[in-house]
């Protein structure tokens, strides 16, 4: 059985939005003005965790942004990138974009749930905040993995949304990047005693 995990940049307030600065979002490329001691510290984690990817989920816009960025890329983690099974959850994509890739269509819980019971090992979601909410909100995460990056931003799209009941975490794991970098890491704790 697989293990979904959402693994995604944040600021300190929680925004994900447009880290990079190519979605046109005023406050975006908060990612891109790291130091880069920090930038290169995520490199390296962000290598190791597509190393130990047993495939990657998708939506539609994160198939069409990856595939732009990456298809033409090479060396040791493009390659990794580029060659992992990559599942798109869509009701309208025909073709996805991105190399390896196969659309899921339908109800996303159904076959996301589908996936993972066929599935072994991390089926890691990049990017893709609205169906990473949809997972949130059917109990489909079984981990976050965040790397929070000093800025507040007070405005932007939030992985976490409004949900129909509390989910309760509990904290795994915590490691400093860089010199100003955090990645924490949680899991549900199904029990609600976090």
């Known amino acids: 059985m697989g293990k979904i995990v959402i693994s995604t940049n944040s600021s300190l307030d929680g925004v994900v939005q447009d880290p990079t600065g190519d979605e046109g979002f005023r406050l975006g490329g908060w990612f891109t003005r790291a130091e880069p001691r920090d930038l290169q510290a995520w490199t390296e984690l962000a290598t190791a965790e597509t190393r130990d990817t047993a495939a990657l989920l998708l939506g539609r816009r994160s198939d069409e942004w990856f595939a732009e960025r990456w298809t033409a890329r090479s060396g040791a983690w493009a390659d990794s990138m580029n060659g992992l099974p990559k599942y798109v959850v869509s009701s309208t994509l025909h073709q996805p974009r991105w190399t390896n890739a196969t659309v899921l269509r339908g109800d996303a819980v159904t076959e996301v749930t589908r996936l993972r019971d066929e599935l072994d090992g991390d089926i890691v979601v990049f990017a893709s905040y609205q169906l990473g909410q949809t997972l949130l909100e059917h109990d489909l995460v079984d ?24 989910k309760p975490m509990r904290l795994v794991g915590t490691r400093a990047l860089g010199d100003n970098l955090n990645l924490v890491t949680y899991r549900p704790d199904r029990h609600g005693n976090a």
């Open 143 to 166: 981990e976050l993995r965040l790397v929070v990056f000093p800025v507040v931003l007070g405005a932007g799209r939030r992985l976490f949304a409004e949900t129909s009941r509390a």
